[in-house]
């Protein structure tokens, strides 16, 4: 043991770890690697077939920008301790909320976007107090939120429309504007890139700013780490995980406003399997499962992966169908090769 | 620190009790720590010495009695309340995340910050330095406070999270256990720096069933049974064996001291006949075929 642990010994130099044994400790090392594979291994499948091109990339990238915001957000509250399978629920719900108040009761584009947004608030706000107050494990808390909201969404908007999509928004009065924030794109390599992808890329750096920068960001893993510990400490946990709910629930609002102003409609079944995908992404990129440890940075990496090979495949001409089978691999290897990395992490000395 | 009033006990609790339902948890207990003073809190298991511990952290109040702080009556409805009078306690689970680094659990719930408005960010380069210091001030020496807590043993672990409520301004450290999980070594390793934050003027209440831990390092002994209290003996008026027999109530150790002997007696014949059995054995071997 070279840490010197009585007064006696003599005193260890201070000597930080090396530089790049720690950069190999980092939680998204693996998911970096991971992206350089995959991005690697389509260059060869599909580099010809347009994988390697400006549109083949922005293609992708903005799949990956839609299950990026909405990773970075679970990523969070991962860390922090819980799990969100709402989410991709709450995009559904959100979306048709737009679309309802705008299409059919006449409400400004922008009015019902907030609208939508204070729903999302909302739906944050119960998720994160009913498992703070019960204790209950927040996988069955937001398990029953997906069927409830998912339920009521379908419910609702048949009652109203009698239908369970909604279109036509693009006459409607502040869709334009709208689109040029959310749905708009960027003219740049002879090629057209998503809006989606700057909102996934600033996302990323707030993120990682406030989890390695802020108190808040001390108090994520503290909570998620040790809840009891945390509040013996004085970190307000419930305001933590409240705070966290609420964050994975406006992720989750804008996917689906990008999603709706995009299509100029909203379909009650959209975000279907998103609360899963996200997670996918979120393991990938080297965030514990049990919570406590992880990173947004490696969120975004794994919503990368998940973009280059849902579109990957596409281009190497493999039948889409194998997509998930890769995917549940992926997935599988990501979480042994984490463990190895931590094991390591927690034995370093 | 304000310098306390030594005649004045930091932290008196006259005449407790408490109880959870019909279960008598504290009866008419009374205990008083001073500046400067190390009280052992002693008892086995379930005694009512966590009890007392909470009652004082301000996790929950007493039913009855009077809470003193400093001669003036407190009453907490949060461990907040009690740590803002700077009274902590280091609980049994340390209230460290493994796999987060020393600097950052040193801080957590009370992180440095710099800048303003958005902008306000956690002063890690402060947290590292302020880390490094403090643990150096205790007599441990960290090779890198961004190391994960996770890499430290649990005497170093015990130790930096007795560095970290002294730094937080603790005027009574309330420590639970601290020894309780150690190896002799280690053990020997925290009772240092239990002694050490006596040194600095701090009230120790320190809470354990090993009366070798206790009895070296501590001023008072409040010995605790079944929720009610034997006293509190100054070291000078009680001998190790007095507090081992207050402890465990003497009759039942004079029970176990006989039963001991029992075993002690039984394993001697097994140990005669086994080595007859060998001898014997020993003797067919060597019989003619």
């Known amino acids: 043991m070279s840490v010197s642990s009585t007064a006696t010994a003599p005193a260890v130099e201070h000597s930080p770890t090396p530089l790049l044994k720690r950069l190999l400790l980092k939680p998204e090392m693996g998911a970096i690697a991971g992206a350089v594979v995959v991005w690697i291994i389509f260059a060869i499948l599909a580099g010809d077939r347009g994988f390697l091109s400006a549109r083949g990339t922005a293609n992708y990238l903005e799949v990956s920008a839609e299950l990026g915001i909405l990773a970075i957000a679970v990523a969070l509250l991962m860390i922090g301790g819980e799990f969100d399978l709402s989410v991709g629920s709450t995009i559904g719900a959100c979306g048709m909320i737009i679309a309802i108040l705008s299409a059919e009761y006449g409400w400004n584009y922008w009015m019902a976007v907030v609208a939508a947004l204070v729903v999302a608030v909302l739906i944050g706000v119960v998720n994160g107090i009913v498992v703070d107050k019960t204790g209950l494990p927040s996988f069955i808390v937001t398990l029953a939120m997906l069927f409830m909201i998912r339920g009521a969404t379908i419910g609702v908007t048949r009652e109203i429309t009698g239908r369970t999509q909604v279109g036509g928004l693009k006459e409607l009065s502040g869709f334009e504007s709208a689109q040029k924030v959310f749905a708009s794109d960027i003219h740049l390599f002879g090629t057209n890139w998503a809006i989606s992808i700057v909102w996934w890329l600033v996302l990323t750096l707030v993120a990682t700013w406030i989890l390695l920068r802020t108190k808040f960001g001390n108090w994520i893993p503290g909570v998620g780490g040790g809840l009891q510990a945390a509040r013996n400490l004085g970190v307000p946990t419930t305001r933590v995980k409240v705070t966290l709910f609420v964050c994975t629930a406006v992720a989750a609002w804008l996917v689906a406003t990008i999603q709706v102003t995009s299509f100029g409609g909203a379909d009650v079944l959209r975000g279907t399997y998103r609360e899963f995908y996200a997670i996918v992404a979120v393991v990938i990129g080297g965030t514990l499962l049990t919570g406590g440890y992880g990173s947004a940075l490696g969120a975004a990496l794994g919503a990368l992966i998940f973009g280059m090979v849902q579109q990957g495949i596409i281009f190497a001409g493999i039948d889409a169908d194998w997509f998930q089978f890769v995917l549940g691999g992926m997935l599988l290897a990501a979480v042994l090769i984490n463990r190895f990395v931590r094991s390591r992490a927690v034995l370093v000395r | ?289």
């Open chain 2, 1 to 289: 620190m304000t310098t306390p009033d030594l005649a004045t006990p930091a932290v008196e609790l006259r005449d407790i009790s408490k109880y959870f339902g019909t279960v008598v948890a504290l009866e008419h207990v009374s205990i008083a720590a001073h500046y400067g003073e190390v009280h052992c809190l002693l008892g086995d298991n379930g005694a009512g010495k966590s009890t007392l511990i909470k009652i004082i952290s301000g996790v929950f109040p007493p039913d009855r009695g009077e809470y003193v702080f400093e001669g003036n009556p407190v009453r907490f409805s949060s461990p907040r309340d009690a740590l803002d009078r700077g009274i902590a306690t280091v609980y049994q689970d340390l209230a460290m995340i493994p796999l987060m680094s020393i600097s950052r659990n040193f801080f957590l719930g009370s992180e440095p910050t710099k800048g303003w408005g958005p902008f306000k960010r956690f002063d890690l380069e402060f947290a590292d330095r302020v880390t490094r210091e403090e643990l150096g001030k205790m007599g441990i020496n960290v090779r890198d406070t961004q190391q994960s807590v996770g890499t430290l043993s649990g005497g170093e672990r015990q130790s930096v999270a007795i560095a970290r409520a002294v730094y937080n301004g603790a005027k009574v450290l309330i420590l639970d256990e601290p020894t309780a999980a150690l190896g002799v070594k280690e053990a020997g390793v925290v009772l240092r720096y239990i002694a050490q934050a006596r040194a600095r003027g701090i009230a120790v209440i320190f809470i354990t069933h090993n009366v070798h831990h206790a009895y070296p390092i501590g001023d008072r002994f409040t010995i605790l049974n079944r929720g009610t209290s034997y006293g509190t003996f100054l070291k000078t008026d009680v001998t190790r064996e007095q507090v081992v027999e207050m402890m465990a109530g003497g009759q039942e150790l004079e029970e176990l001291g006989h039963e001991l002997e029992e075993f002690a007696r039984v394993d001697g014949l097994a140990a005669e006949m086994k080595a007859g059995q060998a001898i014997a054995a020993e003797g067919r071997a060597h019989l003619p075929k």
